[in-house]
């Protein structure tokens, strides 16, 4: 699961450049409610969401997100 550092920061990073959480969305082809869930922290994004978000701020994977393994107990 990728989970979100600082939901604030990627935030201000995303639309400091002009942009708006709208034009985000469209940039990395998701919902503007996706992209807003993801940014107030409610959701996590999937792979192509992170990835697209990196390459649009021209940012490393691990500035915004970090990989935690869920494990099943089997019992």
């Known amino acids: 699961m990728i ?3 600082n939901p604030q920061k990627l935030k201000e990073d ?3 450049n002009g942009n708006t959480i ?3 969305a469209e940039k990395v082809g998701y919902s503007k409610a ?3 869930s993801i940014v107030t922290g409610v959701r996590n994004p999937n792979e192509k969401v992170a990835i697209g978000i990196c390459e649009l701020t021209g940012k490393q994977f691990n500035e ?3 990989i935690q393994n ?3 107990k089997i019992t």
């Open 14 to 16: 995303l639309t400091s």
């Open 34 to 36: 996706y992209i807003s």
């Open 22 to 24: 709208t034009s985000v």
């Open 64 to 66: 915004y997100f970090f």
């Open 70 to 72: 869920v494990h099943k």
């Open 3 to 5: 989970i979100v550092k």
